[in-house]
Nanobody, 125 residues
């Protein structure tokens, strides 16, 4: 069982940066692919970024490529989403997610078994 807790959300202005953190409990953190999804009001939850358990594979949504980076610290059971050049369209609840995979970086929501409760990011224009 893996429990995920996000933090770091907030209200920022367009062009600002923000770093989200995801703390994971449980064993074998390095065996889990970690990802971030987001959901804006009235919209489907969408993929943002993923990072394989061994840190070798990344995957990003086109909308965030070049602006967001994903990282992890396996010694601390932590995953991060660094968001730069934020836009109002990035406003959403951001969710940390995980599934058992050392090498994967899936963008499919159905692959992810474990989810956090979400943290709100609001970007004002």
């Amino acid at each position: 069982q893996v429990q995920l807790v996000e933090s770091g959300g907030g209200l920022v202005q367009a062009g600002d940066s923000l770093r989200l953190s995801c703390a994971a409990s449980g064993r074998a953190f390095r065996s889990f692919t970690m990802a971030w999804f987001r959901q804006a009001p009235g919209q489907e939850r969408e993929f943002v970024a993923a990072l394989s358990g061994n840190g070798g594979q990344t995957n990003f949504a086109d909308s965030v490529k070049g602006r967001f980076t994903i990282s992890r610290d396996n010694a601390k059971n932590m995953a991060y989403l660094q968001m730069n050049s934020l836009k109002p369209d990035d406003t959403a609840a951001y969710y940390c997610a995980a599934y058992f995979s050392v090498f994967g970086s899936s963008s499919s929501r159905s692959d992810y078994r474990y989810w956090g409760q979400g943290t709100q990011v609001t970007v004002s224009s």
